[in-house]
Every structure is written in structure tokens, then in C-alpha cells.
């Protein structure tokens, strides 16, 4: 089974705090992907990476950068977190073009 | 650009009712078609997919037919229950020429009560 892990199940940070949210996938997928979570808005895309080294914006980019090092981790980051990026974070990843995407559990992000 | 549209939620039902979630898309050419479900405190699982005109997708009792002609791709099932409590996700891909991305409705809360 493919597996996605997310590094914390929930995080509260301070306004201003450096944020590091991290994503393991453990089957060789060559895409990876952050979405936000957001009551009535569904999941929109911030960043998306498609090899090592390589990352697109998605829809909501603002506010956030990408680190993709090894294939297997995509790291989301908040230089600066503000109380608008509190919300529920989902990493995932998918093989190919097309195809299903496979989720982790969720970073639920509290910025006070 | 491309969207997805789910009817507004909750939905509350007893258990053994059917289930009709409508989910409706807008896309150029022939996108492929999912419904995930989100169970409380999990992330996101595909229930079932659908990659082309009349396709019919269907998994734990759970059915989705590709319409083409009505853009839609509507969610059913025979008899809920309990355990079918949770969010569902409509959406769609369409490939960019770097990575597929998903586009997502705005979610369906289903409440099964006994």
C-alpha cells in the first residue's frame, strides 16, 4: 500500500515564526503535492512538484515556498506564519499523468 | 479554467436510505473524474474514478457514472449507514504537461443517523 506520512498531526506556532511542514511517501511517486483545507472552500492547491528540485505554484502560492531535496520528501514552508494560514494541510502524492493521488492524514496548523 | 460543483451540505439520512450526492464539472476536453471521502480526523481516500464518457466507477456499495452530455458525475448509494458518515470530495484531472492536478468541489458532509 502506498504510504504518505505528514510530520505532525497538529501544530500551533506564533505569528512571525519560521513553519516546517514535512511529507514522506514511501512509493517511488514522482509527483507531490500540498493542498490547504478550508471549511466551504474545499482543498486548493498551493505548491506541486513533479521530479526532485522542481516545484509549480498552484492556485494559492502566497505565503508559502517548497523544498523537494530527495524524491520521496516535499517540504512545505511558512517564512513568516500569519493567523490567515491557520487550517488543515494534506500532502500528497501521485505516479504518472492522470492518475490518483494519495493522501496524507492531515497537519492541522493553529497560528496564534 | 476548470471547476467543480457539489451540492451543499450536510446531508442527514437514516440509515438504509439512498444516497444522491450531485457533483457537476466544467473542463475542456475529456478530464478524469474521482469522488474521495474524507472520514473525521483522516485525510483524503479515493472511493472510486471514472477516466472516460460512460464510464461507470463503484466501490463499497458506493456508485459514480461519467455523463458527458450533463457534465456530471453524481455519487450513489443503495443504503447508507452509519459508517458512511464523512466528507465527500468531487473532482477532476486534467493534465497540465508537468503533473496532473486535481481540482475539488467544495465538499458534501453525509450524516448517517440509526
Known amino acids: 500500500d502506498v504510504k504518505v506520512t505528514q510530520s505532525s498531526r497538529y501544530l500551533v506556532k506564533r505569528t512571525g515564526e519560521k513553519v516546517f511542514l514535512e511529507c514522506v511517501q514511501d512509493?517511488?511517486?514522482?509527483?507531490m503535492f500540498w493542498y490547504r483545507q478550508d471549511p466551504g472552500l474545499g482543498l486548493r492547491l498551493i505548491y506541486f512538484?513533479?521530479?526532485?528540485?522542481?516545484?509549480e505554484k498552484g492556485d494559492i502560492p502566497e505565503g508559502y515556498s517548497v523544498s523537494r531535496e530527495k524524491k520521496e520528501r516535499f517540504s512545505l514552508i511558512l517564512e513568516s506564519a500569519s493567523t490567515n494560514q491557520t487550517s488543515m494541510y494534506l500532502c500528497?502524492?501521485?505516479?504518472?499523468?492522470?492518475?490518483?493521488?494519495?493522501f496524507g492524514p492531515g497537519t492541522r496548523l493553529t497560528v496564534l | 479554467g476548470n471547476s467543480v460543483t457539489q451540492m451543499e451540505g450536510p446531508v442527514t439520512l437514516s440509515e438504509e436510505a439512498f444516497l444522491t450526492i450531485n457533483c457537476t464539472y466544467t473542463?475542456?476536453?475529456?478530464?478524469?473524474l474521482f469522488w474521495y471521502v474524507q472520514y473525521p480526523g483522516e485525510g483524503l481516500q479515493l472511493l472510486l474514478k471514472?477516466?472516460?464518457?460512460?464510464d461507470k466507477g463503484s466501490n463499497k456499495g458506493f456508485e459514480a457514472t461519467y455523463r458527458k452530455e450533463t457534465t456530471s458525475f453524481h455519487l450513489e448509494k443503495g443504503s447508507v449507514q452509519v459508517s458512511d458518515s464523512a466528507v465527500y470530495f468531487c473532482?477532476?484531472?486534467?493534465?497540465?504537461?508537468?503533473?496532473?492536478?486535481?481540482?475539488f468541489g467544495t465538499g458534501t458532509r453525509l450524516q448517517v443517523t440509526l
Open positions: 500528497a502524492s501521485s505516479i504518472g499523468t492522470g492518475n490518483e493521488q494519495f
Open positions: 512509493m517511488d511517486h514522482e509527483n
Open positions: 512538484s513533479y521530479d526532485v528540485k522542481m516545484k
Open positions: 473542463a475542456t476536453g475529456y478530464p478524469s
Open positions: 471514472a477516466t472516460k464518457a460512460d
Open positions: 473532482a477532476l484531472i486534467k493534465n497540465t504537461g508537468t503533473a496532473s492536478k486535481l481540482t
